[in-house]
């Protein structure tokens, strides 16, 4: 079964007069359970194409389907109902509210659930501690290394038990042995079901052995 | 309402998160909305007090004038007045103002003969006077000649000095009435404001029905010729008049300061800074719609715009009842200086305050929420990167 399929997908950006086109008419299927990474280097359109596949942002043309759903011409709180249920971010930059203690920031895609029930606060609790920050979850996020937020940034794209999570820079604030560590714990999650796309521009990722499909874009298409 | 308590939660929280920037704008609300809360209390609490002695007062009050100054009336007019159709009953009144030397002020001296409700409504110790030169006094005018029921009130009179019982002090509510109200038996009124036996200061005229005034006030200057006929109705109006005017007229001063306020809330809140921006952004890339988002923001600018006008009013309460609204005052009943000092009994017209409550709070959550909605309708990613 397919996590995720694009057809034809197109995003173009207007910049003043000129139009970007950032993600140049991709067609690609996703399977279930799957860890594939998304190589290239900065400005191929990576990240645009990350974020269309997670119903995050609308295309211009073409189309994406998640979990057999077409979302492309889903209104608003639908998609942000299917992002909430079905998807997991974890941002280049990270993406945490600094001034929030890291729990808060794991619990955040729960709120519009109406907040926590006591299982998800647990699950909240037991990933930070799966990802070595059950001693930080009181702290204000703004505190943690570079390498700590990584670590709460996936544990809040996971809160919510996503079938798919998009990540995008993984490695990118992480040294050598900790960005195996990543690659380790990405694994065990794909192991478990969990349908994984990883955009990166660190060869080391693409090249892993344990990848299960390496994707090379530039220029906003894929590279056969 | 679990899903709504989770986004009340978020939006205390993100208050406090910009914690300097809440508090400005919620002092600086708290003070715009004590100036019209100042104002607007002041004016309801001068009106409630008239209204409640306008209340009280009879129908029509029949004064006798002499060169254009109010002079005595003949009790026997009374009953020619008695005569015509639709008055129920007519009672020749006694009161004056008796300079008090002690306290450097007037007081009134009133003078009754039955027994009234309003009156013994009013009483907060004692009773009304029954016999000989027994007197009821306001509260505040015991207090500041250091009397208490039981003990006798020294009045100078024609180089001698009478002495009343005191045997019951008005507070009840009304300031004018426990401010500087001296009531006693006709006979001991009219003692010391040298009335005669058979004259009155006025007529208190009830009628079958209110809306008989003009015709009876018609009727009886036509009998009495130079007579004052004062119709409780038409005072009631002037009072509004007068008070509706004054109190609009200061609020309407005020207006410039809520819009400075209002141009000030904008220009913090619609320049959304890169932080807010981008923690929209991430609210939406990880599952929240715009409509959370918006809630959330909602909430935020409710709790801050309802604490701040709650300080507000408060402030204004504490300005206006308990400082004596110092500046205000003066704008709103003159300048001249009264004693015993009339303390407002606290009023507030609750359809006025949430009027006040409404011109403040919508525009203030309206300010807040239009720039968290263009950044909320942004793609997450876009709202992220500072987009506009």
């Known amino acids: 079964m397919s996590a995720i399929v694009a057809a034809g997908l197109v995003k173009r950006y207007a910049d003043g007069a000129r139009r970007v086109e950032a993600v140049a008419g991709v067609d690609l299927e996703i399977a279930a359970g799957t860890l594939v990474?998304?190589?290239?280097?900065?400005?191929?359109?990576?990240?645009?194409?990350?974020?269309?596949?997670g119903a995050m942002i609308a295309p211009t043309a073409g189309s994406v389907a998640i979990l057999g759903e077409d979302v492309t011409h889903l209104r608003d709180h639908h998609r942000a109902a299917l992002r909430r249920a079905h998807v997991g971010f974890v941002f280049q930059d990270l993406s945490l509210i600094g001034a929030m203690?890291?729990?808060?920031?794991v619990l955040l895609p729960l709120v519009p659930r109406g907040g926590a029930r006591p299982d998800e606060r647990a699950r909240a609790i037991a990933l930070l501690e799966r990802f070595g920050l059950g001693g930080e979850r009181d702290a204000r996020a703004s505190r943690l290394s570079g390498g700590q937020r990584q670590r709460a940034a996936?544990?809040?794209?996971?809160?919510?038990?996503?079938?798919?999570?998009?990540?995008?820079?993984?490695?990118?604030?992480?040294?050598?042995?900790?960005?195996?560590?990543?690659?380790?714990?990405?694994?065990?999650?794909?192991?478990?079901?969990?349908?994984?796309?990883?955009?990166?521009?660190?060869?080391?990722?693409?090249?892993?052995?344990?990848?299960?499909?390496?994707?090379?874009?530039r220029d906003g298409a894929l590279v056969p | 309402m679990r899903r709504q308590l989770a986004l009340l939660d978020y939006a205390v929280?993100?208050?406090?998160?910009?914690?300097?920037?809440?508090?400005?704008?919620?002092?600086?609300l708290a003070f715009v909305v004590?100036?019209?809360?100042?104002?607007?209390?002041?004016?309801?609490?001068?009106?409630?007090?008239?209204?409640?002695?306008?209340?009280?007062?009879?129908?029509?009050?029949?004064?006798?004038?002499?060169a254009g100054r109010p002079a005595l009336i003949a009790e026997s007019f009374a009953d020619e007045l008695r005569g015509l159709p639709a008055v129920r009953a007519v009672e020749p009144r006694v009161w004056g103002y008796y300079f008090f030397a002690a306290l450097e002020a007037n007081v009134t001296i009133v003078g009754t003969?039955?027994?009234?409700?309003?009156?013994?409504?009013?009483?907060?110790?004692?009773?009304?006077?029954?016999?000989?030169?027994?007197?009821?006094?306001?509260?505040?005018?015991?207090?500041?000649?250091?009397?208490?029921?039981?003990?006798?009130?020294?009045?100078?009179?024609?180089?001698?000095?009478?002495?009343?019982?005191?045997?019951?002090?008005?507070g009840g509510g009304s300031a004018i009435r426990s401010a500087d109200l001296v009531v006693a038996r006709p006979a001991h009124a009219r003692r010391l404001l040298d009335v005669e036996e058979g004259w009155a200061t006025d007529l208190a005229v009830d009628l079958t029905t209110e809306d008989e005034a003009r015709v009876i006030t018609r009727r009886i200057t036509e009998r009495l010729p130079g007579a004052r006929v004062l119709e409780r109705r038409l005072l009631r109006r002037?009072?509004?008049?007068?008070?509706?005017?004054?109190?609009?007229?200061?609020?309407?001063l005020l207006v410039p300061a809520l819009a400075a306020f209002l141009l000030l809330a904008w220009e913090r809140l619609s320049g959304l800074g890169d932080a807010e921006r981008r923690e929209i952004g991430i609210l939406k890339a990880i599952g929240w719609a715009t409509a959370d988002v918006l809630a959330a923001r909602v909430y935020e600018s409710l709790v801050l715009s309802l604490t701040?006008?709650?300080?507000?009013?408060?402030?204004?309460?504490?300005?206006?009842f308990w400082l004596g609204a110092p500046g205000l005052w003066g704008a709103l009943l003159g300048w001249s200086n009264l004693r015993p000092a009339l303390d407002l009994a606290p009023a507030l017209d609750p359809l006025q305050a949430l009027s006040l409550l409404g011109a403040v709070v919508v525009p203030f959550v309206a300010v807040g929420v239009v720039p968290a909605w263009r950044a909320a309708t942004l793609d997450p990613d876009r709202a992220m990167r500072g987009a506009e």
Not at chain 1, 202 to 213: F, K, N, S
Not at chain 2, 14 to 21: D, S, V
Not at chain 2, 131 to 141: C, H, Q, S, T, Y
Not at chain 2, 308 to 320: E, T
């Open chain 2, 238 to 252: 002037t009072y509004e008049l007068t008070f509706d005017a004054r109190g609009g007229l200061l609020a309407f």
């Open chain 2, 34 to 66: 004590a100036l019209f809360g100042a104002a607007l209390l002041l004016t309801d609490a001068i009106r409630a007090e008239h209204e409640r002695l306008v209340e009280e007062m009879p129908d029509l009050t029949v004064q006798r004038l002499v």
């Open chain 1, 37 to 53: 990474v998304l190589e290239g280097p900065s400005g191929s359109g990576k990240t645009t194409l990350l974020g269309l596949l």
């Open chain 1, 101 to 105: 203690r890291v729990l808060e920031n």
């Open chain 1, 154 to 217: 996936i544990a809040r794209a996971l809160v919510t038990a996503p079938e798919i999570l998009l990540l995008d820079e993984p490695t990118a604030h992480l040294d050598g042995a900790n960005a195996g560590g990543l690659v380790d714990a990405l694994c065990a999650l794909r192991d478990e079901g969990t349908t994984i796309v990883a955009a990166t521009h660190d060869a080391r990722l693409a090249r892993d052995a344990r990848v299960d499909r390496a994707l090379t874009m």
């Open chain 2, 13 to 28: 929280g993100a208050l406090g998160r910009r914690a300097g920037k809440s508090a400005a704008l919620g002092a600086g």
């Open chain 2, 113 to 170: 003969e039955r027994a009234d409700p309003a009156l013994d409504a009013a009483l907060a110790h004692g009773r009304l006077p029954r016999e000989g030169a027994e007197v009821a006094i306001g509260e505040d005018l015991a207090d500041h000649l250091g009397l208490r029921v039981g003990d006798a009130m020294g009045i100078p009179l024609d180089g001698d000095i009478v002495f009343s019982p005191v045997v019951g002090t008005f």
């Open chain 2, 308 to 320: 701040g006008a709650a300080v507000g009013i408060a402030l204004a309460y504490a300005y206006v």
